[in-house]
């Protein structure tokens, strides 16, 4: 079974300040990996994904992710939050023997002070 | 393109009532999937089609969940009896097929009384 664990539920941080959620992940076999983005009154959008290819991938709005295979993490970064980041993020992971089956995290709450 | 559609956007309801919930899918994304998500923790796969046929149904509870989605289009899920721990988000969410990430639809919110 796969699964995935956030370990930061909530986070603040001012304007400017450089932002990383942990995510780690557990499957026995290659993967694809997620982040989405539900900012406060709307619906769940994706901000990047991993599939193949280069561990770091670039999404929108200048977030970053790398995964790491042998740390099981995709890590969610961006240099320099706005006060429009705040938001709750989620990791997710789809297992490729797991029938595209798509599991998320608990989420991680951002709140950017301006 | 259009996104995903639900309706009703909220609903609250007493414990023991139904209640049912509807899905228009982004079209031509064969894969259709129901979640929920409780406050504070991340959505749960519920159920996924996968045109009109169940490719999981593993984590409903058949007991008092159903959900249908008939010509392949449209889906509803519908709960009855209600029970309080179904306080929630239902989210709706479709894809084309294959391993690819989800369209989410707003959600209902559920608050059962």
């Known amino acids: 079974a796969q699964s995935v664990s956030q370990h930061n539920h909530h986070v603040i941080l001012s304007e400017a300040a450089s932002l990383e959620l942990g995510c780690n992940y557990s499957?026995?076999?290659?993967?694809?990996l997620f982040w989405y983005v539900q900012y406060p009154g709307q619906h769940l959008q994706l901000l990047l994904k991993?599939?193949?290819?280069?561990?770091l991938v670039k999404g929108i709005k200048g977030f970053e992710a790398e995964f790491i295979k042998s740390k099981f993490s995709f890590n969610l970064r961006k240099p320099s939050v706005q006060w429009s980041d705040t938001a709750e993020y989620f990791c997710?992971?789809?297992?490729?023997?797991?029938?595209?089956?798509?599991?998320f995290g608990g989420g991680t709450r951002l709140m950017v002070k301006p | 393109e259009a996104g995903v559609a639900q309706s009703p956007r909220y609903k609250i309801i007493e414990k023991r009532q139904s209640v049912a919930f509807w899905c228009n899918p982004i079209?031509?994304?064969?894969?259709l999937y129901w979640y929920q998500q409780i406050l504070g923790q991340g959505p749960k796969l519920l159920i996924q089609?996968?045109?009109?046929?169940?490719?999981?149904d593993s984590q409903l509870p058949k007991d008092r969940f159903s959900a249908e989605r008939l010509k392949g289009v449209d889906s509803t899920l519908k709960i009855q009896p209600a029970k309080l721990e179904d306080s929630a988000v239902y989210l709706c969410?479709?894809?084309?097929?294959?391993?690819?990430?989800?369209?989410f639809g707003p959600g209902t919110r559920l608050t059962v009384l």
């Open positions: 969410a479709s894809s084309w097929d294959g391993p690819t990430g989800r369209n």
């Open positions: 499957y026995g076999g290659t993967v694809n």
């Open positions: 991993y599939f193949s290819g280069d561990p």
């Open positions: 997710a992971v789809m297992g490729n023997n797991a029938g595209n089956m798509l599991t």
């Open positions: 079209s031509g994304h064969a894969t």
């Open positions: 089609f996968q045109n009109n046929g169940v490719v999981d």
